[in-house]
């Protein structure tokens, strides 16, 4: 070891089939080294590095501010995604009452099963009724 200030480092050199000569703080890949070349490793002694407290801060409120924007963006597409499903439920319900509507509207009579299963035939009346509730909620679902 050395001075204080200062960390011990191995940097390792070797040169390639090319000639073309690599430092790296890592050793050669195992496919660099089968090859039989020649790998050198040397110590070193480097500076410490000195945190400055203002950089130190600076990085601090930084990292807060991105923090607080990744959560608005959360947020953002959170509410994006409720949105088009809502606007995607609104959608089907349209689609659903055009098709009630349309089916009623070109049907001689409109029927139900009542709890026997027999079919009960509505009125004239009931038809119209449930023709015109179906507008009323194509005119809300459908703008």
């Known amino acids: 070891m050395g001075l204080s200030g200062f960390v ?65 963006n959360q947020e953002a597409r959170e509410v994006q995604v409720k949105k088009l499903s809502e606007q995607k439920k609104i959608k089907a319900q349209c689609s659903r009452a055009k098709r009630r509507y349309y089916g009623a509207k070109n049907s001689n009579y409109l029927y139900n099963y009542d709890d026997k299963g027999n079919k009960t035939i509505h009125s004239e009346d009931k038809k119209q009724a449930v023709e015109k509730r179906l507008q009323q909620i194509i005119k809300k679902y459908c703008q």
Not at 27 to 53: F, H, M, R, T
Not at 57 to 72: F, G, N, S, V
Request: charged share 40%.
């Open 8 to 72: 011990a480092a191995k940097v390792y050199r070797w040169v390639d089939e090319q000639g073309q000569v690599h430092f790296s703080d890592k050793a050669p890949p195992v496919a660099e080294q089968e090859k039989g070349l020649a790998v050198e490793s040397i110590d070193i002694e480097v500076p410490k590095a000195v945190e400055n407290p203002e950089l130190k801060q600076y990085r601090q409120d930084t990292r807060r501010r991105l923090e607080a924007l990744d959560k608005e």
